[in-house]
């Protein structure tokens, strides 16, 4: 697949799990930021077009991050919200290209991706004519559904459940129609639970770019990732990753 594509990156994040006063994309790994070590394996990408990266409007660590200085990548100011951050992304993706233009999202905070699981899932979109698709992981571990006072009330079943990653990769247009629609509805939702209206059919919170495409009725591929991949959420995730770029090294 020789087109041209596009990579959002969402960095405007705090990161409050992790603490500490420095937002999770600029803490160090083995003498690099988060976020240098996620581009500068993204720079790698065939047909890359271009990175846009988005950042927080009080972002002053961006000039720190060696890639910046790539011609292919980009800045944009992001928003309050993951979806927020990413929409802000493809607008400005869609005023660079045609709508039709294929566009990865991948998490700042998912330094460990490997070029391969990345050419899996574009390779698994393109010959399957699937509208999109994302890295996932098929769930190992029992699950099970908790009460309100952190008691098990039931044990779900795990068989067709599978963990969502990123990249995600969608076309430009359609993932932005989908992403604007759904972050339109979630501020709706959250008026009406300000009135005290509830919703029981209230969708899942809009935490990656395929439940967007999902509420608009399309069924994105899962395609497994089979490399480390996880994003570095709490302190403990920074020593593992640090373990795992250490072997990937040597
Ligand atoms: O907070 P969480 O770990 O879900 O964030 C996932 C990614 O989304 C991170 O790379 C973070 O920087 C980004 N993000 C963003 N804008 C926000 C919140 C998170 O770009 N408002």
Redesign the pocket.
């Known amino acids: 697949m020789n087109e041209q594509r596009w990579i959002v990156?969402?960095?405007?994040?705090?990161?409050?799990?992790m603490g500490g006063h420095t937002?999770?994309?600029y803490m160090m790994l083995g003498g690099s930021s988060i976020l240098q070590i996620t581009l500068s394996q993204l720079l790698q990408v065939p047909n890359v077009e271009g990175i846009v990266v988005?950042l927080?409007a009080d972002d002053s660590l961006w000039p720190t991050v060696n890639a910046g200085n790539d011609r292919r990548v980009h800045t944009t100011i992001?928003?309050?919200?993951?979806a927020?951050?990413?929409s802000a992304g493809l607008t400005f993706v869609l005023s660079q290209c045609n709508p039709d233009t294929w566009v990865f999202v991948h998490?700042?905070?998912?330094p460990l991706i490997q070029l391969s699981d990345v050419q899996r899932l574009s390779d698994a979109v393109y010959n399957s004519g699937a509208m999109g698709g994302i890295l996932a992981t098929p769930v190992q571990d029992t699950l099970k559904q908790a009460s309100e006072y952190y008691g098990i009330e039931r044990t779900v079943n795990r068989a067709e459940l599978w963990q969502a990653q990123t990249p995600q990769l969608f076309r430009a247009g359609e993932l932005a129609n989908a992403m604007n629609k759904a972050i339109e509805e979630d501020k709706k939702t959250a008026e009406a639970l300000d009135h005290q209206i509830s919703n029981d059919n209230q969708p899942a919170p809009l935490?990656d770019e395929a439940s967007a495409m999902e509420r608009q009725g399309h069924e994105p591929l899962l395609v497994e990732a089979l490399q480390p991949n996880f994003?570095?959420?709490r302190p403990v995730d920074l020593t593992i990753a640090n373990a795992l770029l250490g072997a990937q090294r040597s």
């Open positions: 990156v969402p960095a405007a994040g705090i990161g409050e799990r937002p999770k994309q988005v927080s992001g928003g309050q919200t993951r927020e951050s990413v998490d700042a905070a998912r935490t994003k570095i959420t």
